[in-house]
């Protein structure tokens, strides 16, 4: 990247500014701010400037910034600065580095400029001569009072957060009009061999496996595998409306740079969603408050939105229990309910207020001790921010909430994370989905249902189960194991199969509030008198077996590491990806299988020492157990590509908004010729 597209992205980081630009609209006055100082000096030097366009709407940073913005060199000087030479060194709160001698001259008149990126500082450095040598001091200004910002901390809060702004009339997704009960009656049955291909690519698709697909007549199987895959319908033009809710740490720890990277991650957002999607904005620190009500992001929200988002200022403690409470009133107290719901929860740090007893005793909490307030209905997509964070809270929030955790080792990497999210969010297909199994026979009892996070219900006497999937993302798939016995048949039976199961799904389309059943699916295996060389274990079932018992070796190698024992995680770690590797499908090259392999061998290096786990291990291990259980895409690592594995759930409009967000952070400023 040329120096003058990075002297516009360190701009962008050091300006803590964002601006919306309404597509069917003149840019506004603000945008003009960003145009290119190059084609504005040429203007003011005499020369006639060629016509540049705006920049970007958002200014984000490269994922190489770290590698940029690490120059050694004193920009008023122009020569080295290094620690340890005697120079006192000066970083501003844009996180900008000069020698403290030459920042301070050059600011001696009270200028409050960055020389750099002409961020407006808080703090300036000043020298004053006290004797023979300069005494180098700060000057800081007084914050500002909270009041004084009033039009985005409201000074009193309603009591009640039923001031969302109104959905439109006409749109299917508005839940508070009673269509649902017009609509039950209206049941659309997928597999219908009637049905149009470009119809059925609207409908879930739903198969089944057998481990095997032969078993012996005179043989019993007590514990015989049977996959339910599901994949749910492609994605279209038209786009289920979000309610989303942010929960954003702006706690002192979260000042420079990490501020600025979440308010670029935060714009990112802001401008992908649509205009009948609505927002609410909560930010924590010491206390949380709710930045504005649910709005919908038209041209106007977008801008108000930005503008709140902006003017954030990172002080106080961290208190995600109250930054929770306030997201729930938010859902709870709307008026009206877009068809889909999520919270995302982003924090850097340990929560400093968990222990403190400052917990209101009328508050309902989970009883497993968390953070998360009964009565939270929707997933909270949680991301633990750099490596201080307590990802073991974080994880357990939206474990029980029913989202995702992400960790995000690489700061610069949050754009990417959010967008790779809020594109699963935006593309929802399915809602409310339910599988129901049903044993055929009295003899044939299901032994478990083995469905990672998901829960799952087995009747006593073992002749059914179901499964709540919930909602699935455009083209996501889900794959269930299904273990049930398999008794003798009769030596005179003349059937040459054994019937085993019924499969039954349901689920709600978001778009239309229309309930839709697929047709039964039924599972059988064959019941030759024996069985020859082409009854191999299928690849299917194999597969997901894998999966599940690796999140089983995760599950035992953390269990070990918080005890302490660190080699012991690790041998846990390599014993398995031996069995691992020696299973079907890894021998066939399957692509999963291969991932799982160099992600495991990930964590064992995550576990090297007490340090490293506790800097990064346990996060790794937390967010890949996340993914592998719900089957559901999650950023991990120092980037969102660190392994094929951190693909393997990431749908098509995952990719299509991550690649938004990585083209936008590299797009250079062009000029109009």
């Not at 590698?67 to 996180?95: V, Y």
């Not at 009637?194 to 481990?211: F, I």
């Not at 992908?272 to 930010?283: D, E, K």
Request: net charge positive; charged share 20%; proline share 4%.
């Amino acid at each position: 990247m040329g120096s003058s597209k990075w002297k516009k992205v360190k701009m962008a980081l050091g300006s803590n500014f964002c601006i919306y630009v309404p597509t069917t609209a003149s840019p506004p006055q603000s945008a003009a701010m960003l145009l290119s100082s190059a084609a504005e000096r040429r203007t003011a030097g005499g020369s006639p400037a060629t016509a540049r366009r705006p920049w970007s709407p958002v200014l984000r940073l490269s994922r190489s910034l770290s590698r940029s913005s690490s120059s050694k060199k004193c920009t008023i000087c122009l020569t080295s600065m290094k620690q340890g030479d005697g120079e006192a060194i000066f970083t501003s709160e844009c996180a900008h580095s000069f020698h403290f001698k030459c920042i301070a001259s050059n600011v001696k008149h009270g200028n409050r400029i960055c020389p750099i990126c002409r961020a407006k500082w808080k703090e300036i450095p000043v020298q004053a001569s006290t004797g023979l040598d300069p005494a180098m001091t700060l000057v800081r200004r007084p914050p500002p009072r909270q009041n004084s910002n009033r039009h985005i901390f409201p000074a009193n809060e309603p009591a009640v957060f039923n001031d969302d702004e109104a959905l439109d009339i006409q749109t299917p997704n508005n839940n508070n009009n009673n269509n649902n009960n017009n609509n039950n009656n209206n049941n659309n049955n997928i597999n219908d061999d009637n049905t149009s291909d470009e119809s059925s690519l609207k409908r879930v698709l739903m198969r089944t496996y057998t481990e095997v697909p032969a078993v012996p007549r005179f043989s019993i199987v007590d514990d015989f595998a049977v996959l339910i895959h599901l994949k749910a319908p492609v994605s279209t033009s038209s786009r289920a409306a979000v309610d989303l809710v942010t929960v954003l740490d702006i706690s002192g720890s979260m000042a420079g740079t990490k501020m600025a990277l979440l308010k670029r991650a935060m714009c990112f957002v802001i401008q992908n969603l649509g205009p009948a999607g609505r927002l609410s904005v909560i930010v924590f620190s010491s206390t949380a408050r709710r930045l504005f009500p649910l709005r919908k992001m038209s041209d106007t929200g977008k801008q108000n939105a930005l503008q709140a988002v902006n003017s954030l200022v990172a002080n106080g403690g961290t208190n995600i229990a109250e930054g929770l409470i306030k997201a729930k009133k938010v859902m709870s107290d709307r008026r009206e309910k877009n068809s889909v719901a999520s919270m995302i929860l982003l924090s850097d740090g340990q929560d400093t207020y968990q222990v403190s007893g400052g917990w209101d005793s009328g508050q309902n909490w989970s009883n497993q001790g968390l953070l998360v307030p009964q009565g939270i209905d929707v997933p909270v997509h949680a991301f633990g921010f750099g490596t201080d964070h307590d990802a073991s809270l974080m994880h357990s929030i939206s474990e029980v909430s029913g989202g995702t955790f992400s960790f995000i080792e690489n700061e610069s990497v949050i754009q990417d994370a959010f967008a790779q999210c809020i594109g699963g969010l935006l593309s929802v297909v399915v809602k409310g989905m339910r599988v129901i199994i049903e044993s055929v026979s009295p003899s044939i009892g299901i032994q478990s249902l083995k469905t990672g996070s998901y829960t799952s219900h087995s009747t006593d006497d073992r002749k059914s189960g179901r499964i709540e999937v919930g909602d699935l993302y455009a083209d996501e798939e889900r794959d269930f194991l299904v273990s049930v016995n398999i008794p003798k048949e009769m030596e005179l039976t003349s059937c040459n199969e054994t019937l085993l199961l019924k499969v039954h799904c349901s689920y709600t389309d978001p778009m239309t509030n229309e309930t839709v059943s697929l047709v039964t699916e039924s599972v059988r295996v064959e019941r030759p008198k024996s069985v020859g060389n082409k009854n191999v274990v299928s690849v299917e079932v194999d597969r997901q077996r894998n999966r599940l018992q690796s999140a089983e070796a995760m599950v035992q190698a953390r269990t070990a590491a918080e005890a302490g024992d660190l080699a012991r995680a690790v041998n846990i770690l390599e014993n398995f990806r031996k069995v691992l590797l020696k299973t079907v499908a890894a021998r066939s090259g399957d692509r999963l299988c291969i991932a799982l392999d160099a992600e495991l061998k990930e964590m064992q290096e995550r576990m090297a020492s007490r340090h490293v786990y506790e800097h990064s291990g346990r996060a790794y291990v937390l967010s890949g157990l996340s993914s592998h259980t719900w089957q559901r895409a999650t950023a991990r690592g120092d980037s969102t590509d660190s392994f094929s594995t951190v693909q393997a759930y990431r749908t098509p409009s995952m990719t299509e908004m991550l690649t938004r967000s990585q083209a936008n952070m590299l797009q250079p400023t062009r000029s109009s010729r």
